[in-house]
């Protein structure tokens, strides 16, 4: 079944028990969600569909000069900066070492600027003139490669797709604060 296929008729995802109790069905050892059980490797088959969307997005932006990577940085630190660097590695969830390094390029070719705060440890990113218009030169095609993948995938299932990262995702959350007593 095509990956496109399986996302389409996949159940909706349930809302994350709130108690032991609730995972359980008469029988304690039974969970109420073992109707079904995934077959294979979830993050195999996760990663396999990120590349297919990487190289998808990838194809229409190379036209700029851009990785989809690189983009979606200055996405960001648009929206956002300017910003210290701890704070957009947060946002877009990602750790500091591949935030400084992924804002080297951008630099270099000028587009967002890295400057020293008040002391040595606080830094500043902003993106510059040069970096909205080559940000919106790239909106185009990332507006493309959007459009065609709704095309491709089907709307109905982009949109449950979307919901179905942000349910994971707030219970990654969920888990995290957990973790860490918050």
Request: with cysteine; aromatic share 4%.
């Amino acid at each position: 079944m095509s990956p496109a296929r399986s996302l389409q008729t996949a159940p909706p995802m349930s809302k994350a028990p709130s108690t032991p109790a609730a995972t359980t069905s008469a029988t304690p050892s039974a969970p109420v969600e073992s109707r079904a059980k995934p077959s294979g490797c979830s993050n195999f088959k996760l990663r396999q569909l990120m590349r297919r969307v990487s190289q998808h997005y990838d194809t229409q932006l190379a036209k700029t000069g851009l990785k989809t990577t690189q983009y979606s940085l200055l996405s960001h630190v648009a929206r956002l900066g300017p910003i210290r660097p701890s704070e957009l590695a947060q946002a877009m969830t990602i750790d500091a070492s591949t935030l400084t390094r992924n804002l080297k390029p951008l630099a270099a070719a000028g587009w967002v600027t890295v400057t020293a705060g008040s002391d040595a440890r606080c830094h500043t990113v902003a993106i510059t003139p040069v970096g909205r218009d080559k940000r919106q030169e790239a909106q185009r095609y990332w507006k493309a490669a959007q459009t065609s993948l709704n095309d491709v995938l089907g709307v109905d299932t982009v949109i449950a797709l979307h919901a179905l990262i942000d349910r994971s995702l707030e219970r990654f959350s969920a888990l995290d604060s957990a973790a860490s007593g918050g």
